[in-house]
């Protein structure tokens, strides 16, 4: 019998493009569907897009093999963005103000506004982690109200190349994909693998894939530092074929003999390893291959955490990913920083009914995938002219329209974006046609009587200035969300 209720996620990760397609059931529990996966080697490097064209047939491919077995059309897909040139960059935005006023949530949004507008060359904002805001000598989470005569706006920006971005979604433009939502994959994987004690008390979060390395430090359940180095597990696979193997060879090695760690009195001088029928290596030999890429691995990791940071990881470390499987990789982490406390968090949070023998492996592959997953909260079947509006918990709305699906591009305050997602190219440009089309009216909008105050109180501010395009299309965006009586 064909599903109508699911929601589909893929990941374009370094080795591989995977799609999956689950139902989330009442009890909190999903339930898998469907899972595929296409071989990304040819089109993917280091997790982002380098062949268009093949990457398109690797979607097309994905979608197709979802619907045939879920015998179900698919509307549109999550869509989870990683791999290299993502990376944060932090900026305060500086505000005088009368003291005699409190902070307004208008001053918050021109402030907001303002961080957006700033320009990085050839890189693309694809989110805002607000950090605090520091009102005088205090640091405030919601300064809303607070009496003040500076506030200090503290932004984490996350950056992503220009055109990685537009690549990504020319891809699903050309594969004819609608996209439902893009998320930040870290953030998806993130909200998978950490409990909220370590959100709030802060930890790193270490994601090793075949080509890369995610690093994301949380502190205060607020996301404080982002980046993805170009090194990963296939990069331990290379240094094993400088003993003159094939790489698929080396891989076998690696998994039989690799470990991220040796204690130097376990190390047996006279122990060699079989390389093929004719020759061995020394396992010394072979120990010092591995652990001096591990340890450059978890040196640049470490270099990434902010020094003001480190001293507040009190959560630990989280290790996740393929790679991060190697035998000892907790036990290296630990003597390579000065962490103590490493985890390994091989499977997601959630509970996942599946016989699918990928995800039941639990070896930390599938996080990311079973996170953008979790992240699904619209139905992505294709539903019939009779169809009875459902939402993706299987249970009658009827104030939902009748196919219970929204395709209407979203116009949406960006700064109001719940946190790690993704505004896509087509909703920027009908984001950015509204507010074109909405400027007219509000710069229409009557101007304040003799002896009436304008809405601004920063001090030194030209009044006569118009406000910038991002504020009046979050004014507009309010202006419709609660029309005038």
């Known amino acids: 019998m ?16 995977k799609g999956i397609a689950g139902q989330k059931k009442p009890d909190g529990s999903i339930a898998v569907l469907a899972m595929v996966s296409e071989d990304a080697k040819q089109c993917i490097r280091n997790g982002v897009v380098y062949n268009i064209d093949k990457t398109v ?64 060359p050839d890189m693309e904002i694809l989110d805002v982690e607000v950090q605090e805001y ?54 998806a994987l993130a909200d998978a693998v950490l409990t909220p004690v370590e959100k709030r008390s802060g930890c790193v979060l270490v994601d090793m894939g075949a080509d890369t390395t995610t690093v994301m430090a949380y502190y205060k359940n607020i996301v404080r530092h982002i980046a993805v180095i170009p090194l990963g597990g296939n990069n331990i696979t290379k240094d094993i074929c400088t003993l003159q193997v094939e790489e698929c060879e080396a891989e076998k090695l690696k998994l ?47 270099n990434q955490i902010p020094a003001d940071f480190s001293e507040k990881i009190l959560g630990g470390i989280v290790l996740t990913g393929g790679a991060a499987n190697m035998k000892n990789m907790d036990v290296a982490f630990r003597k390579h920083t000065s962490i103590d406390k490493v985890r390994l968090a091989k499977f997601v949070t959630y509970t996942i009914n599946t016989t699918n023998a990928e995800i039941n492996a639990h070896d ?39 196919d219970g699906i929204d395709t209407k591009p979203q116009l949406r305050d960006p700064h109001s974006l719940p946190s790690g997602v ?23 909008e009557p101007k304040p009587h003799a002896g009436e105050e304008e809405p601004h109180h920063l001090e030194g501010e030209d009044k006569n200035k118009k406000p ?14 609660t029309p005038d009586e």
């Open 256 to 302: 039989r003999y690799a470990s991220a760690y040796t204690a130097p009195e376990d190390i047996d001088t006279t122990l060699k390893y079989d390389i093929d029928r004719d020759r061995k290596v020394e396992s010394s030999r072979f120990i010092d291959i591995i652990e001096g890429r591990v340890q450059e691995i978890i040196a640049n990791v470490w």
């Open 2 to 17: 064909p599903a109508k209720n699911f929601v589909v996620a893929i990941e374009l990760g370094s080795t591989r493009i």
């Open 468 to 481: 910038s395009l991002g504020t009046r299309f979050a004014r507009w965006l309010t202006s419709i969300a």
């Open 364 to 402: 930390g592959t599938m996080n990311t995938l079973l996170g953008l997953l979790a992240k699904g909260d619209q139905n992505c079947y294709v539903p019939s002219e009779e169809m009875k509006p459902q939402d993706i918990f299987g249970m009658n709305d009827a104030s939902k329209p009748t």
């Open 57 to 120: 047939q690797c979607i097309t491919s994905i979608v197709q093999r979802l619907k045939g077995q879920l015998k179900s059309g698919i509307k549109h897909v999550y869509v989870g963005v990683g791999g290299q040139s993502i990376h944060s960059e932090r900026n305060v935005i500086v505000r005088e103000i009368h003291s005699s006023i409190p902070v307004t949530q208008q001053l918050i949004v021109e402030m907001m506004d303002q961080n957006r507008s700033m320009e990085y």
């Open 422 to 444: 993704v505004q896509s190219a087509a909703e920027k440009a009908a984001a950015e046609k509204a507010a074109a089309d909405a400027l007219r009216k509000v710069d229409e």
């Open 134 to 187: 520091r009102a005088d000598a205090l640091m405030q989470t919601e300064p809303v109200g607070i009496q003040c005569s500076r506030l200090d706006g503290n932004f984490l920006n996350i950056l992503q190349s220009k055109r990685h971005y537009q690549k990504l979604n020319t891809c699903f433009d050309i594969a004819g994909v609608k996209l439902a939502e893009i998320y930040l994959a870290p953030f």
